[in-house]
């Protein structure tokens, strides 16, 4: 998508407004907020990994898909403290007083009662980031002023749910994000392959393209579900590295040349019948058309 302006949010008090033109104002802010979690911005945040103080802070520095989801709360919250008045008299001081106020009891109350959970923290940011999204969509317009500078590109669409994976020895193309087929010729059980959200997906740059990071999930009628990390590119094409089997998805994310993958596990002598519950990281890289995994991220994953 091609920008030729520079975008200013503005702040409005929502009885000021006809409906019609609040719900374009909310559709176009929601729109500037979907652009953020690939946005260099959005790759910013007040969290000091240096010297981290909290339980919660020191599992959210020692996650890569966490630092992620941290950095995007973080700003989506800055914009709207930065948010410009649109007319006199909008009531912006106590805005921005109740949203210093409500961020605060959110980090005390709920991201570190979570503590070094990484499941509970990756809940906690995932829904802080709904509601700043829907502030964003109540409180803020979006203006464009026009400027003199050269019209930029976000990059290519990727339509991650109808692409095809690389899955071992096969290319599986998923419609609408799943792709069935029989287990055999003269079989009705089904091979079902599907994207898995949530965690989002995630965006970013590997191998010098642009490319868009998910879950996948795959089973075939037998007790096993097992889990890929997968990446696709604007081609269409993609790949995929097996994590487990029957693990908990937790969060994925581009961090400069690494793919992060976070889930939950069971320990190496635990049967599958218990359910995962051991944080887990691992760090891939994207190499001559396939993932492969660092090599301290290997043995960090069977400890």
Known sequence: MAVDARYHLMFFTTAAKPKMKKMGQCAAAAALFVSLSTSAF????????SKPHQPSERAICANGALRALDARAAAYYSMLLEAKPATEGTGL??????LQAEEQAWR????????????CLTQAYQHRIDALHASASEHLALTALKTE????????????KDATYRIGDKDVTLLEGQHSQPVAADSSVQDVTR?????QHAGGVLGGR?????????????????????????????TTFQIGDRIQPIGIAINGDDLVVSYLDRKSDEPMVVPPSVPRERHLAYWNE???ERPSAQAAATQ
């Open 108 to 119: 005390r109350d709920t991201r570190d009662a979570c503590g070094a959970q990484i499941a």
């Open 93 to 98: 001081g106590e805005f921005r007083d109740g």
């Open 42 to 49: 959005a790759q910013s945040s007040d969290l000091d990994c």
């Open 290 to 292: 396939h993932l492969v």
């Open 195 to 199: 994207v898995i959200e949530p965690p």
């Open 149 to 160: 500078s050269k019209p930029t590109s976000s990059g290519p669409s990727i339509d991650y």
């Open 210 to 238: 642009p490319a868009i990071a998910v879950f996948l999930s795959e089973e075939g009628g037998g007790s096993g579900t097992f889990y890929y990390a997968a990446v696709v590119f604007a081609d269409g094409r993609g």
